[in-house]
């Protein structure tokens, strides 16, 4: 098999740049650093309600253990009527990414 060697100029525009999907990832991700999510946040972030969102993720032990502060996680479950849920939207993102098979396994 012959192989054929040619050089290509492909103009980039000036208002882009070209980078891997790696560092594309980690762009994405840095931007969720630092930020935390409300109940509402997560509710558009996902496209579930709150219900389904506690019910499929929140409240099942087997999640709830690796989510909850008190557990060490990085979701704040309300101890009272009146506290919001704080979730830290980077790890809850790559959570979210991890699990997805578990999530949805049974729905």
Sequence with gaps: MQQLSVNLTIPIPSDSILISKVEL???KQSQLIGVYWSMKDLEKRINYKSEWI???ILY???F???LD???GGFVFYPKSKG???SFKAS???SFLDKHFQAIFKNK
């Design 25 to 27: 990832e980690e762009l």
């Design 54 to 56: 506690k019910e499929n």
């Design 60 to 62: 099942p032990t087997k």
């Design 64 to 66: 709830r253990k690796v």
């Design 69 to 71: 502060v008190e557990y």
């Design 83 to 85: 506290q919001t849920w």
């Design 91 to 93: 790890e809850m993102a």
